[in-house]
């Protein structure tokens, strides 16, 4: 477990997130690439493929996940300014973040070292979960909510120790949400996500 004490952004997912990608977007310095704006919608199964290590995660990790992936190169910055500064505090590794001029997100993944590496290392999955966040949000979400859907119905997915799962209904959808036992304290799972 790794704490995220005085993270800057709670956000929670299916709600604040949708709600400031439009604002992300404009935001942007660089436009996006041609071939990304001009590419083919993804289909279910391929939003399924790209969210599923990231299914089951923690509410609030799975938003800073998905809203920086939309920062691909600051992730992997970050990725190797923590790994070269493994020696400082927590609260220490968080102040300095927060000088480099990173989006909050990516900052606020440096208290999750083990997310910022599986995402520098896998950063052709990082860019397309980022584009598939900015062009295809509801649907990537909708994806999120069948994986986690799925997960629940194999038992897969259930409340613990670390974690609070719990469904609610919201635009007549259900949707399952996955919050910290300890609202300070955000558990990582580990699992298999094709089994």
């Known amino acids: 477990m790794l704490s995220l004490h005085r993270m800057s952004i709670a956000i929670l997912l299916c709600g604040t997130i949708i709600a400031l990608l439009p604002a992300k977007a404009a935001a942007q310095s660089s436009p996006q690439p041609a071939a990304s704006q001009a590419a083919a919608p993804l289909k279910q199964e391929q939003l399924e493929q790209l969210a599923a290590p990231i299914a089951l995660y923690p509410d609030p990790l799975l938003a800073q996940v998905l809203m920086a992936a939309t920062y691909p190169l600051e992730v992997v910055a970050a990725e190797r300014w923590v790994a070269a500064n493994k020696n400082l505090k927590p609260e220490e590794l968080k102040a300095q973040a927060e000088k480099k001029g ?18 520098s290392d896998k950063l052709d999955w990082t860019q397309q979960i980022g584009d598939a966040l900015l062009a295809q949000q509801a649907d990537l979400m909708d994806a999120v909510q069948r994986l986690r859907t799925k997960a629940k119905a194999q038992n897969k997915l259930t409340t613990t120790k670390q974690q609070v799962v719990s469904t609610k209904q919201e635009q007549g959808k259900e949707l399952i949400t996955i919050e910290p036992a300890e609202p300070e304290t955000i558990y990582v799972p580990y699992y298999d996500p094709a089994g």
């Open 102 to 119: 990173w989006d909050k997100s990516v900052v606020a993944l440096v208290a999750t070292p083990d997310v910022l590496k599986m995402m």
